[in-house]
């Protein structure tokens, strides 16, 4: 099992930043990617960005490349999702999620463990 833990999440302007943090626990070695998605109300769970946390390669949902940034801390068994220019649609539940694959997928489905969630909202 693992398990995973988001903070960071708030009230922000449009244009604003946030960084997001998931904490990674259990049998984190079961897994090699940590991702992050998203879901507004009445919508479906979006890909924003994801990781292979073993090798660093990193992948980006469309709307967020350019913005957004997913780093890790292998020490701290953490991911980090930094948001700049944020918008309003980019508000939603922002979940992390990890997978036993090894290629960074972009479908809720390929992901096994999954976070509570934090909630980020922008105002315009």
């Known amino acids: 099992q693992v398990q995973l833990v988001e903070s960071g999440g708030g009230l922000v302007q449009a244009g604003g930043s946030l960084r997001l943090s998931c904490a990674a626990s259990g049998n984190i070695l079961s897994t090699y990617v940590l991702g992050w998605f998203r879901q507004a109300p009445g919508k479906e769970r979006e890909f924003v960005a994801g990781?292979?946390?073993?090798?660093?390669?990193?992948y980006y949902g469309d709307s967020v490349n350019g913005r957004f940034t997913i780093s890790r801390d292998n020490a701290k068994n953490t991911i980090y999702l930094q948001m700049n220019n944020l918008k309003s649609e980019d508000t939603a539940v922002y979940f992390c999620a990890a997978s036993t694959g090894w290629g960074v997928a972009m479908t809720p489905d390929n992901y096994v463990y999954w976070g509570q969630g934090t909630q980020v909202y922008v105002s315009s």
């Open positions: 990781m292979n946390w073993r090798i660093g390669s990193t």
